[in-house]
C-alpha cells in the first residue's frame, strides 16, 4: 500500500519535473503561468494526471490535438520507479535525501540530453545539498548511530567530500585523457561538476560506478539508437565519432548503483575502503 502511494508521489514529482526541464533552459518561470498547450489553452487538472492523461488522450491536445512528446509519461514513470526502487533499496531517511537527488539528476540528465549542457544549480547546487544532507543523515552515507551524533555528522560530511573530490577529479582526469588521445573536446566540465554531486551523494564508491557502469550501460543502450540517429550537429562534442551527452549515463549508473547494485560495489571495494582511512 505504501509502495502504492510513493508510485503515485514520483510519479506527481516527475510531472512537475517535466515542466523543470521545459521551461528551465528557456528561462521560464517554473510556477508561473500554469501548464498550457502551444495553442494556448491551459490543461486543465483532468487532463495533467501523471502517466495516465497522455495515454487517456493519447499524447494529443484536447483541443488542438497537437501531438506532445512521449517523453511527459516517460519522466513520470521513471520517477515514480526510482522513488519505489529507492523506497524499497534504502533506510527510511537515506531513501528521502536520496529521491531529492534523484530530481535533481533526472532533471540535470533530460536537460544535458536536450540541451548538452547541465545547469550549475543541478550539478554544484546537488553537491552543495549532498555535503549538508550528509551533515544531518549520516546514514546516507552507512553511517549508524553507535556513536555521538557528532562524531558520526563529521564521518559522513568526510565520506561525501571524498566522494565528491574523487568523483570529479577522475572524470577531470579521464576529459583530459580523452582529450589528448582524441584531439578534440570529448566531455564538458558540466560532467566534472556534476560528479561532484554524484560523489556527494553516493561516496567515492558510487561515484566510481556511476562512471564506469554508466558509461557502460549507457553506452550498451545508445549505441543502436546514435548508430540511427548520427546527429548533423556539429557543435556537440563527440564520443568515437557518436555525438552524445555523458550526463544521463552518468546519473542512470548513480541510481543504478542506489538501487541494485550498492551491496555488491561496496563489498568489491572493502579492501580500498582501507586506503582512505
Ligand atoms: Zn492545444
Given amino acids: 500500500m505504501i509502495t502504492a502511494w510513493i508510485f ?5 514529482i516527475g510531472s512537475f519535473l517535466n515542466v523543470v526541464i521545459y521551461r528551465l533552459p528557456r528561462g521560464e ?5 500554469r501548464s498550457h498547450c502551444r495553442c494556448g489553452v491551459p490543461i486543465a487538472w483532468y487532463d495533467n494526471i501523471p502517466i495516465l492523461s497522455w495515454f487517456i488522450l493519447r499524447g494529443r491536445c484536447r483541443h488542438c490535438k497537437e501531438a506532445f512528446s512521449f517523453r511527459y509519461p516517460l519522466v513520470e514513470l521513471g520517477t515514480a520507479l526510482v522513488f519505489v526502487g529507492l523506497w524499497h533499496s534504502q533506510p527510511f531517511l537515506p531513501s528521502l535525501a536520496f529521491m531529492a537527488f534523484a530530481c535533481g539528476m533526472i532533471a540535470a540528465a533530460v536537460i544535458d540530453w536536450d540541451t548538452m549542457e547541465i545547469p550549475d544549480r543541478f550539478s554544484i547546487g546537488g553537491m552543495l545539498l549532498g555535503l549538508l544532507l550528509s551533515a544531518f543523515i549520516p546514514e546516507i552515507h552507512g553511517i549508524v548511530a553507535d556513536q555521538t551524533f557528532a562524531i558520526g555528522s563529521l564521518l559522513s560530511l568526510t565520506q561525501s567530500l571524498q566522494g565528491a573530490l574523487l568523483g570529479s577529479g577522475l572524470m577531470l582526469w579521464i576529459a583530459v ?3 589528448k588521445v582524441l584531439g578534440k573536446e570529448a566531455m564538458g566540465f558540466g560532467d566534472v561538476k556534476l560528479m561532484g554531486a554524484i560523489g556527494a551523494f553516493c561516496g567515492w564508491q558510487g561515484a566510481v560506478f556511476a562512471l564506469f557502469g554508466g558509461a557502460f550501460i549507457g553506452l550498451a543502450l545508445l549505441l543502436p539508437y546514435l548508430l540511427i540517429n548520427k546527429s548533423k550537429d556539429a557543435s556537440r562534442p563527440t564520443l568515437a565519432g557518436l555525438r552524445m551527452p555523458f550526463g544521463p549515463a552518468l546519473v542512470l549508473g548513480s541510481l543504478l548503483y542506489l538501487i541494485f547494485f ?3 560495489v561496496d563489498a568489491y571495494f572493502e579492501p580500498f575502503q582501507n586506503l582512505f582511512n
Fill in 29 to 33: 518561470s517554473v510556477v508561473h503561468p
Fill in 8 to 12: 503515485v508521489f514520483g510519479a506527481c
Fill in 262 to 264: 550498492q551491496p555488491y
Fill in 177 to 179: 585523457i580523452a582529450e
